[in-house]
T-cell receptor, first 111, second 114 residues
Framework: EDKVVQSPLSLVVHEGDTVTLNCSYEVTNFRSLLWYKQEKKAPTFLFMLTSSGIEKKSGRLSSILDKKELSSILNITATQTGDSAIYLCAVASGSARQLTFGSGTQLTVLP | NAGVTQTPKFQVLKTGQSMTLQCAQDMNHEYMSWYRQDPGMGLRLIHYSVGAGITDQGEVPNGYNVSRSTTEDFPLRLLSAAPSQTSVYFC?????????????FGSGTQLSVL
């Protein structure tokens, strides 16, 4: 059974701080690891990391996949109040017909 | 661009009642799925479909039925609602290519079963 564990469960920071969110996984036949951001309701896609693409960056957000340690981190620099959300990590195996999600990290950025 | 549309947004049921959660997408995506989200448990897959006429079970399928008669629609049926089915339900879709993991989610349905 595939498993994804995220830490910390919640995090409170002030604007301008840098945060690191963690995701570790156990999966047979690893295909990809994904990060989603959930504000209010629907999760939205952030990054997908695979064996051939272990580092992604978009603006202040970046993510790295460590296949040896079976983990990933999501970094957010110069945080803003708009970064407040739940950040979800998921892994896909095999044909990617099913994703396994972690329980998420609730990030709160105070002004 | 509507994307993935879910209805209703909120629903209260009594134990034993049945209902259907509607999901429609206008992106011609072949893959559609239903997840439930409970506090502290992340998103769990209920059922999914890789195309019209094809459905399969996910991690937590008991108490739910699905069908896929068209590419656009993927309704989720609760046969006899139970309090354990109180949750937020999300429908998601993705294209049938090598980035099928990139899910597009609907805005969710908050369901309470009394």
């Amino acid at each position: 059974e595939d498993k994804v564990v995220q830490s910390p469960l919640s995090l409170v920071v002030h604007e301008g701080d840098t945060v690191t969110l963690n995701c570790s996984y156990e999966v047979t036949n690893f295909r990809s690891l994904l990060w989603y951001k959930q504000e209010k309701k629907a999760p939205t896609f952030l990054f997908m990391l695979t064996s051939s693409g272990i580092e992604k960056k978009s603006g202040r957000l970046s993510s790295i996949l460590d296949k040896k340690e079976l983990s990933s981190i999501l970094n957010i620099t110069a945080t803003q109040t708009g970064d407040s959300a739940i950040y979800l990590c998921a892994v896909a195996s095999g044909s990617a017909r099913q994703l396994t999600f972690g329980s998420g990290t609730q990030l709160t950025v105070l002004p | 661009n509507a994307g993935v549309t879910q209805t209703p947004k909120f629903q209260v049921l009594k134990t034993g009642q049945s209902m259907t959660l509607q999901c429609a997408q206008d992106m011609n995506h072949e893959y559609m799925s239903w997840y439930r989200q409970d506090p502290g448990m992340g998103l769990r897959l209920i059922h999914y479909s890789v195309g019209a006429g094809i459905t399969d079970q996910g991690e937590v399928p008991n108490g739910y039925n699905v069908s896929r008669s068209t590419t656009e629609d993927f309704p989720l049926r609760l046969l006899s609602a139970a309090p354990s089915q109180t949750s937020v339900y999300f429908c998601a879709s993705s294209p049938r290519d090598r980035v099928r993991e990139k899910l597009f989610f609907g805005s969710g349905t908050q369901l309470s079963v009394l």
